[in-house]
């Protein structure tokens, strides 16, 4: 089977009920994405499908119908996304192992709504777990991704 993940038409195997997680990790090599409790529960695994986050953990690639994006693939060293310098700019990680899922919502937030109200970004981003408690510097990051021009 092939998807197409950041752009590129990718061999993920042939087992059409393998989680996109494990695909994305175990075969395709893209590490960023993180397995957190595997439930749909923490939402460490969140990547997009043609724009809408979804949990990879729960998702069987052969339910895959739309283009995969990654943290790999929404910005570059060379030209971050927005709301990656937001992030480095408030400082938000700790431990970090949440955060590329805390991203990747956080990108389709700022995509549905550029201009997100405190309560559309606890609405968007409850469902994104960080045990270290960085939820306010999330907060911050998001209202600062909104006042920077791009994507
Ligand atoms: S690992 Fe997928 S939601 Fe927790
Ligand atoms: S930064 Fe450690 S779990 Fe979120």
């Not at 395709?28 to 397995?35: P, Q």
Request: charged residues 20%.
């Amino acid at each position: 089977m092939k998807l197409v993940i950041n752009g590129n038409s990718v061999d993920v195997g042939d087992d059409p009920e393998m989680p996109l997680l494990w695909a994305l990790r175990d075969i395709v090599g893209l590490k960023g994405t993180k397995f957190g409790c595997g439930v749909a529960a923490c939402g460490a695994c969140t990547v997009h499908i043609d724009g809408v986050p979804v949990r990879s953990c729960q998702t069987a690639i052969g339910d895959v119908t739309g283009a995969v994006t990654t943290i790999e693939g929404i910005g570059s060293v060379e030209k971050l996304h927005r709301v990656q310098e937001a992030w480095i700019a408030e400082q938000v990680p700790q431990c970090g192992y949440c955060q590329s899922g805390q991203i990747m919502a956080a990108v389709a937030l700022l995509a549905e709504k550029p201009n997100p109200s405190d309560a559309d970004i606890d609405d968007a981003m409850s469902g994104n777990l960080c045990r270290c408690g960085t939820y306010p510097r999330i907060r911050a990051a998001i209202r600062r991704a909104a006042t920077i021009e791009g994507a």
